[in-house]
């Protein structure tokens, strides 16, 4: 088993920054990517952006690149999203997931609790 906890939501003017960071505990070893997801009140739940756990591969979606930068901490077990230029349409719980075999997925086997990223206009 995998456990993850997010830290770094809150509430951001239009414009602001947020980093989220995610620390995964327990079988880390087993660990083969991590990812960002979020879900907005009403919509499914979209990948932002996805980093194998070794290596350099990195994935961010169309509808954030070039504002959001996924970057990982292998010592400390930790994955970070850094959001910036943020828009009030960014709002949503926003988790953190991690797989043992999956990458490019919707399906990851461990999650995070969510935490709240509120943009304010």
């Known amino acids: 088993q995998v456990q993850l906890v997010e830290s770094g939501g809150g509430l951001v003017q239009a414009g602001g920054s947020l980093r989220l960071s995610c620390a995964a505990s327990?079988?880390?070893?087993?660990?083969?990517?991590m990812a960002w997801f979020r879900q907005a009140p009403g919509k499914e739940r979209d990948m932002l952006a996805a980093i194998r756990w070794s290596g350099s591969n990195t994935y961010t979606a169309p509808s954030v690149k070039g504002r959001f930068t996924i970057s990982r901490d292998n010592a400390k077990n930790t994955v970070n999203l850094h959001m910036n230029s943020l828009t009030p349409e960014d709002t949503a719980v926003y988790y953190c997931a991690a797989d043992d075999t999956r990458y490019l997925s919707d399906n990851y086997n461990y999650w995070g609790q969510g935490t709240q990223v509120t943009v304010s206009s």
């Open positions: 327990g079988r880390t070893a087993s660990i083969y990517a």
